[in-house]
T-cell receptor, first 113, second 110 residues
Framework: DAMVIQNPRYQVTQFGKPVTLSCSQTLNHNVMYWYQQKSSQAPKLLFHYYDKDFNNEADTPDNFQSRRPNTSFCFLDIRSPGLGDAAMYLC????????????FGQGTRLTVV | EDQVTQSPEALRLQEGESSSLNCSYTVSGLRGLFWYRQDPGKGPEFLFTLYSAGEEKEKERLKATLTKKESFLHITAPKPEDSATYLCAASSGGSYIPTFGRGTSLIVHP
C-alpha cells in the first residue's frame, strides 16, 4: 500500500503558468519534505515542515512556495515555472529529522513547454 | 557545510561479480547515514540507516558498513534486478536534514 502519494505523476505546464503539485501521507509523520531532482543529480531540498513549522532552504527560489494545511497533505506551488524548473519533484516524510529514514513518494515529473 | 561524495558515479558488473560502492562524508557530528535505492523515474526507496562507526547492516545481497569518514555498500553476487542508482545521505548535528550524494548508477549484466 502506498504510504506517500504524489499527484500527478506527470505534469506538463506552460512557461510562466502556475502549477501545484500535491503530496499526501498515511504514515502520520511529523516531517514532510519537498525535493527537486534533475537528471543524474542529488535530490535538492527545497523546503521541509516539522509539523506546522515551515523551513525554507536559503537557496530555494522565491518562485517556489509550499503549504501544509494538515498533517496528511502538503503542496508545492510554482508561481511562474521556467524551463529550468523542469525536473522530478519528490515528496518525502519522516518521523523525525535526521535520525529516522525518509519515505518517498513516486515523484512528479514536471515538464515546462 | 556538510558534504557527501559517492564513488564511482557509474558501475557495470557481470551477474555474480561482487563489488562495493563508496560514500564519503564530511559532517559535523554524524547523526545518521542513510542508503537508498532509486529506480529510473521513481522515488528513492529506503535500504539502511547506520548511526555509529563499526555498525553494519545486511539485507539479502546488500551489506552496509560505516567508519568515521565513509560508508560502503557491499553487493555480493549481484543480479540484474539489483540495477539501480544507490543514494547515500548523511545528517549531522549542524544540519539535521540529511545531505544527499549524487548517487552511484549500478548496472548488472546477465
Amino acid at each position: 500500500d502506498a504510504m506517500v502519494i504524489q499527484n500527478p505523476r506527470y505534469q506538463v505546464t506552460q512557461f510562466g503558468k502556475p502549477v501545484t503539485l500535491s503530496c499526501s501521507q498515511t504514515l502520520n509523520h511529523n516531517v514532510m519534505y519537498w525535493y527537486q531532482q534533475k537528471s543524474s543529480q542529488a535530490p535538492k531540498l527545497l523546503f521541509h515542515y516539522y509539523d506546522k513549522d515551515f523551513n525554507n532552504e536559503a537557496d530555494t527560489p522565491d518562485n517556489f512556495q509550499s503549504r501544509r494545511p494538515n498533517t496528511s497533505f502538503c503542496f508545492l506551488d510554482i508561481r511562474s515555472p521556467g524551463l529550468g524548473d523542469a525536473a522530478m519533484y519528490l515528496c518525502a516524510t519522516s518521523r523525525e529529522t535526521g535520525i529516522t529514514e525518509a519515505f518517498f513518494g513516486q515523484g512528479t515529473r514536471l515538464t515546462v513547454v | 557545510e556538510d558534504q557527501v561524495t559517492q564513488s564511482p558515479e557509474a558501475l557495470r558488473l557481470q551477474e555474480g561479480e561482487s563489488s562495493s560502492l563508496n560514500c564519503s562524508y564530511t559532517v559535523s557530528g554524524l547523526r545518521g547515514l542513510f542508503w537508498y535505492r532509486q529506480d529510473p523515474g521513481k522515488g528513492p526507496e529506503f535500504l539502511f540507516t547506520l548511526y555509529s562507526a563499526g555498525e553494519e547492516k545486511e539485507k539479502e545481497r546488500l551489506k552496509a558498513t560505516l567508519t568515521k569518514k565513509e560508508s560502503f555498500l557491499h553487493i555480493t553476487a549481484p543480479k540484474p534486478e539489483d540495477s539501480a542508482t544507490y543514494l547515500c545521505a548523511a545528517s549531522s548535528g549542524g544540519s539535521y536534514i540529511p545531505t544527499f550524494g549524487r548517487g552511484t548508477s549500478l548496472i548488472v549484466h546477465p
